[in-house]
């Protein structure tokens, strides 16, 4: 019975030896790669996009048209009501 728990142990420990290690080499690996990626293609500068009032978000249109200011109040105020009851 002994023998069969070391056995076992031993199993365990080499499974797990193997599968840090595996994974060891897989983060230093990545780590070079990216290295290498950077080296040969340096970052992009990502320019925010400027946005149009329709696409702005609630807060921040400037010229809201007052009839959709007025219809989507409507729906806001006819959707919470059917919530209520």
Do not use: C, E
């Not at 950077?38 to 007052?66: E, I, R, W």
């Not at 007025?70 to 919470?80: L, V």
């Amino acid at each position: 019975m002994w023998d069969l728990l070391m056995q076992a142990l031993n199993l365990m420990l080499i499974g797990m030896g193997f599968v840090f290690s595996f994974l060891a080499l897989l983060v230093v690996l990545t780590g070079l790669m990216s290295k290498i990626v950077m080296h040969y293609q340096p970052p992009v500068v990502a320019s925010t996009p400027k946005l149009s009032a329709a696409q702005q978000p609630a807060g921040q249109a400037q010229n809201t048209d007052p009839q959709l200011k007025a219809a989507i109040s409507a729906a806001i105020k006819q959707h919470r009501a059917r919530r209520r009851s």
